[in-house]
């Protein structure tokens, strides 16, 4: 399940891009760096194999050919590689001086196109495990990790360097004071995300983000299954554990040491998923739904990439801070502390 602010990306779609695009000046065939680089050449730039790039372009093909009305614009082929290499390399100056050999303003307006496209689309990329062979798939590989039992995801935030916007810039200044928003996402053991919601500012915490997802209020309906692992910024309850504040006993020392070496993963899939689009280690300059749909684009295209088993790229740092919550705000259920104390003594007290 994905979620964007997907008001600000229909209205983008509907009015501002489609006019641009109409005016876009027409672009001749420059020479396909398809046809033109080796496999490895091809990788290195743009982040996904040949046929990966063919299979995006192909998915996307209609719309951005519609997108420009124009017989002689830029090819869906082209734009799709201008859009990948802006996220591989975060700059304009990339594109521009590299194969692709596009004007900036033709470059930008590739990208904006791209990846709306992929966010119309980003629940083919992104969803949460319902089938019951899926469900327990998932089970099984996270507690193979670390013997941590019945999850289902891993659940945190990374924050996202973006321009500070004209209105409601303050609610952008994230904890390390610089502009960013805020990304949610459920990463699951084969290094995807089953789950990302992208339209909060960076000051908004994490736990105030899953209180207001859709993904807490099919969780608490009991729609959809499964248990969550997060840090301490999230309230205890029946579908989320959290680690122990002073872990005493040897099975509370063991819960925690299954606890933390499992949802590493979500720490370890932020950092490769920015490894891989090196966009989002770097600032985004656009206005926050343009942040949303690169954001949502790179995401779906990080998890195309894994499930085709596509050479991962180095990962970059993505640890998490330690973030003060309100206790009141984030009070532990009642159950919630019951549920963990039944995993404690089932599962650690050898």
């Known amino acids: 399940m994905a979620l964007l602010d997907m008001e600000h990306i229909d209205r983008l779609m509907d009015d501002g891009v489609r006019r641009a695009l109409r005016r876009e000046r027409v672009f001749r065939d420059r020479g396909n760096p398809l046809d033109v680089l080796d496999d490895l050449q091809l990788y290195e730039r743009f982040r996904l194999d040949r046929q990966g790039i063919m299979d995006i372009t192909e998915m996307l093909d209609d719309v951005l050919r ?12 082209l ?19 590299d194969t ?6 033709s470059a930008s307006r590739a990208i904006q196109r791209v990846s709306l496209a992929i966010s119309a689309r980003l629940n083919e990329f992104v969803y949460y495990p319902t089938e019951p062979a899926d469900i327990t798939r998932v089970r099984v590989q996270f507690q193979a990790i670390a013997g941590f039992p019945g999850v289902l995801g891993v659940i945190d935030g990374t924050q996202v360097k973006v321009k500070g916007p004209r209105r409601r810039e303050y609610e952008y200044v994230g904890r390390k004071g610089g502009h960013t928003m805020n990304v949610q996402a459920v990463a699951l053991p084969d290094g995807t995300f089953s789950n990302v919601l992208v339209k909060y500012p960076g000051s908004a915490h994490d736990s105030r983000i899953f209180r207001e997802s859709p993904l807490y209020r ?8 499964g248990l969550l692992l997060g840090d301490s910024a999230y309230a ?10 002073n872990p005493v006993t ?34 985004l300059r656009y206005s926050p739904p343009r942040c949303c749909a690169i954001i949502g684009a790179c ?7 894994t499930r085709h088993h596509m050479q991962r790229f180095p ?17 532990a259920a009642p159950d919630g502390k019951v549920k963990q104390q039944q995993i404690i003594r089932q599962y650690f007290n050898d």
């Open 100 to 105: 692709l050999k596009v004007s900036k303003s």
């Open 315 to 331: 990962a970059v740092d993505d640890l998490a801070e330690a973030v003060e919550v309100d206790d009141l705000l984030n009070a």
């Open 218 to 225: 099919d969780l608490q309906a009991g729609r959809k299954q």
């Open 236 to 245: 205890l309850s029946t579908f989320l554990m959290k680690p122990l504040p």
């Open 250 to 283: 040897d099975p509370e020392k063991r819960y925690q040491k299954a606890f933390l070496t499992t949802r590493a993963t979500v720490e370890r899939t932020f950092g490769q998923l920015k490894g891989r689009w090196n966009c989002l280690h770097q600032e």
């Open 79 to 97: 734009q799709v590689l201008i859009a990948l290499r802006f996220y591989a390399g975060g700059a304009f100056q990339i594109t521009t001086g």
């Open 66 to 77: 519609r997108a420009t009305n124009r017989s002689q614009a830029l090819a869906p082929s």
């Open 299 to 305: 995401v779906g295209l990080r998890n195309f990439a």
